[in-house]
């Protein structure tokens, strides 16, 4: 019962609307962050915001869809990562269900884990289509000397995507943490899980 | 405004094919190199991708596409020559660096896959307009809820953007940096993302409200006002892509 | 015969300390044009909202008493089903726009498409309500690059194309100017005249006095009077409620120019029968 309703909830048309909106922001932050040269992507807050604010189930979508667009309209290489942004808003979605938004250190340990977990699903994708790179110069430069020391591929690899994921997701989530704790409350209930007509 | 799309209007062969058929060739085309691990199956399918460009006369425009994976696929290149875990023998040296010939053949496949798969990609988005493609799939039964969302995508990203220049321009006339040291520009960013965030949110709401009333719910089967596009080549083209995902099939049942 | 009555309505959004609608109790015949006239958070686009269905299925909150449309409980109809009978145009013009349509065309087609209409019949609607409100010049223009007050038109016909049977108009002609808004005016009094009931909440008093049939005035969400605007706009309280009367009344009351009922005129043409002398 509580689930399936949960279920419904996280189809609401306000939720649903919610998406096209997500990725805008993300596009927005990669913009910004272009804009003002900073040695991020900063690419994901509107997905994350997403999860944060509508479940994990919307997050995904939104992280999904957001690389499907992206690579119809500007760099088919994004459809690749598609499974990682997934990852990513499920994975905000349930620590944030689970009471991780608590406060900013609860909130940095979702952007350690969320680090890492796209870390992990974007390392088989990276052997997979490119034989273990990122397309990261930085990144790219751990991989090749891990292989040159003799580390197993998929372990170098994971060390290339993790060096390149783990900071900017942990500055992503953060700072979409701070500009949802900054969201009035009536927005936050828009998305609200239980909440019935009560009698007058 | 401008548009959110690498569409390139003009008229080709490649344009009289409906855009499922050729939804249905990138995705054939894309695995193809993976099911069939051979580099002559790559060679092939990546030329057949690159020829379909040329009669599409979109060929020019694959190259910017390329050039955003230059850096992935010199990568490649170098770390597969020189570090690729199977290495033995010794191509050539370059500065010392030696080249072996299982990681450059290993090179030589990853660099097709990629720029097969770009190519695939690009007969249909550079012939397609994205609400097309999009609409395609709402013809063929893919919820309207998610052609919203999907076509909202195209409208918003454009919007977003003007707003942008609009902000930045505000923001630096009220004394945001966008110039400094990191802390500056990280302050910088949150001057300039909350007000966008914020209204952009509380848009949502109203939006779904208005939407809600305009039957975005309603459990009639849906109508199109437009009609759906006419594509002279639709039978043959079908039938071309079958046929090629029967060669590949048998070709993988057959090695 | 009416078609909305409302028995006691209260209503409190979910955050909210007090109450946004406080004990409403009216009826509203099918083909009347009403005015909700009130200060700013009167609870008008509240009422609206609680009219077609949004409250509660929307906002959920707290609620009590009961809303009939069309003798069904809004409260135990789905949303779905009420959006079959009642339109809503909201004051803010861009965010009435569905944002998926790349010109004004496929954005009015956008509630049919919706509901099923078939194509044929849905052409039909478009052009009827595209020359309804003069926009046929704009119909393949992208709808994000429109002007609020063409935006604002477009949103009406776009809930007019979907051809309700009560349509709710929030602050409809915020954004327009004054011959667009007569022009509007006209055209709503004329779908009234048809047997649409129009229900509007406006700041433009002039306009609600000269084309409602009856004003519903509120305050803090309780309704001070439901009457003709002649009744409404001659209160002596009016300042209380954030209202200032029209112009014809406000003259006609500084001149002592009174109907044989009591009641001051509201339109010019009264006036002047009145013994005034205004231009019209
Ligand atoms: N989404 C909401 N959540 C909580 N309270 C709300 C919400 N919307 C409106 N209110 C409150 O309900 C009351 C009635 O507001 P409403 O918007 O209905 O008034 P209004 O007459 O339309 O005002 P305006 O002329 O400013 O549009 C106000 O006290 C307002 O603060
Ligand atoms: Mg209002």
Known sequence: ?200 | MHKLSLFVDQSSLIYKIDPISKMMYAMIAFLTPYILPHITAAIAITALSFSLLLIGRVFRHIVPILGVSLLLILSIVIVQGLFYPDNATPLFQVMGLTFYQEGSEHALLLTLRVLNMLAACGVLILTTPPDVIINSLMRLGMSPRVGYVLLSVLNIIPHMRATMARITEAQKARGVELEGNLKTRLKSFFFLMGPVILSSLNQTRERALALELRGFNAHAPRTFASASGAYPLYKISRVCVVILLLLVVSWRLYL | MSIIQVENLKYQYPSAEHLALNNLTFTINQGEFIGIAGANKAGKTSLCMALCGLIPHFFKGAYGGNVLVNDKPVRDTPLNNLTDLTGLVLDHPFTQLSGAKNTVFGEIAFGLENKGVPRKLMLERIEEVLHLLHISELRNKHPFTLSGGEMQRVAIASALALKPDILLLDEPTSQLDAARTTEVFRMLANLADQGTTLIIAEYNIEKMALHCHRILLLNTGSAIDFNTPRWVFSRPDLNEHGIVPPLITRLAKSLHIKRDDGLYPVETREFNALGGFVDA
């Open chain 1, 1 to 200: 019962m509580r689930h399936s309703q949960k279920w419904t909830a996280s189809l609401s048309t306000a939720a649903l609307v919610l998406i096209p909106t997500a990725i805008g922001i993300n596009y927005l932050g990669k913009l910004f962050a272009g804009l003002l040269k900073l040695p991020l992507w900063l690419d994901s807050i509107g997905t994350i915001l997403a999860s944060m604010l509508a479940g994990p189930f919307i997050g995904a979508i939104s992280g999904i869809l957001n690389n499907v667009m992206f690579g119809i309209t500007v760099d088919p290489i994004s459809f690749v990562y598609a499974i990682t942004s997934g990852v990513i808003g499920l994975v905000v979605g349930i620590m944030a269900y689970q009471g991780w938004l608590a406060n900013v250190r609860r909130a940095l340990i979702i952007g350690l884990v969320v680090g890492v977990t796209a870390a992990l699903v974007s390392t088989p994708l990276n052997i997979i289509f490119w034989g273990g790179q990122t397309g990261n110069i930085w990144g790219d430069a751990l991989f090749a000397y891990g292989l040159s020391i003799g580390l197993p591929l998929w372990f170098a690899s994971f060390l290339d995507s993790i060096i390149v994921d783990v900071p900017d997701k942990v500055a992503t989530v953060l700072i979409s943490y701070f500009i949802f704790t900054g969201l009035p409350n009536q927005l936050k209930g828009l998305y609200a899980r239980h909440n019935d007509i009560q009698e007058l």
